[in-house]
T-cell receptor
Framework: GQNIDQPTEMTATEGAIVQINCTYQ??????LFWYQQHAGEAPTFLSY????GLEEKGRFSSFLSRSKGYSYLLLKELQMKDSASYLC????????????FGTGTRLTVIP | EAQVTQNPRYLITVTGKKLTVTCSQN?????MSWYRQDPGLGLRQIYY???????DKGDVPEGYKVSRKEKRNFPLILESPSPNQTSLYFC????????????FGSGTRLTVV
């Protein structure tokens, strides 16, 4: 089976940095995705990691450690519009056409 | 504009009345998928399709049907809806699943009474 854990909620201050963690236990591994979802809207793709290390894309970075089953999403210079849910999703090797999603972390950015 | 279009956005129906949620993409993507999203459970895959006439079950396929007669369309059919199918549904497409993120439709909020 697959198991993905992320914190349910986080709060951070505008202009600050926040790190959202994701741990996973899957029967195989072929990539980890991060999505952003504003309330009532569709998820939008943020990042993809398949090798260990840090991927940076503007204010957003994502890190992966395959040996630890661990990833994090780092958001810098937080803006009010970053208030959203952040979904971690893993693609297990043997079912490569299926993404397994965590339940998401709801981030609230306060002034 | 590249997009995935779902219809309707909102639907209230009664138990047992067959319904279809349509999904269409204009990006020539091979891979399409349906997910449902419920509070505390996250996104769960219902069915997916790797190409025309190729479909397979996801994690929660019971009570649903799909078809893929054309590359751009992937409708979700509920033959006899029940209240436990009340949920937010998303269609998604991808060029492939190897290194590409999904593009999601805007969602369909279905209520079965």
């Amino acid at each position: 089976g697959q198991n993905i854990d992320q914190p349910t909620e986080m709060t951070a201050t505008e202009g600050a940095i926040v790190q959202i963690n994701c741990t996973y236990q899957t029967s195989g591994f072929n990539g980890l995705f991060w999505y952003q979802q504003h309330a009532g809207e569709a998820p939008t793709f943020l990042s993809y990691n398949v090798l260990d290390g840090l991927e940076e894309k503007g204010r957003f970075s994502s890190f992966l450690s395959r040996s630890k089953g661990y990833s994090y999403l780092l958001l810098k210079e937080l803006q009010m519009k970053d208030s959203a849910s952040y979904l971690c999703a893993v693609r297990p090797r043997e079912r490569a056409n299926n993404l397994f999603f965590g339940t998401g972390t709801r981030l609230t950015v306060i002034p | 504009e590249a997009q995935v279009t779902q219809n309707p956005r909102y639907l209230i129906t009664v138990t047992g009345k067959k319904l279809t949620v349509t999904c269409s993409q204009n990006m020539n993507h091979e891979y399409m998928s349906w997910y449902r999203q419920d509070p505390g459970l996250g996104l769960r895959q219902i069915y997916y399709s790797m190409n025309v006439e190729v479909t397979d079950k996801g994690d929660v396929p019971e009570g649903y049907k799909v078809s893929r007669k054309e590359k751009r369309n992937f409708p979700l059919i509920l033959e006899s809806p029940s209240p436990n199918q009340t949920s937010l549904y998303f269609c998604a497409s991808s060029l492939s699943t190897y290194g590409y993120g999904y593009t999601f439709g805007s969602g369909t909020r279905l209520t079965v009474v």
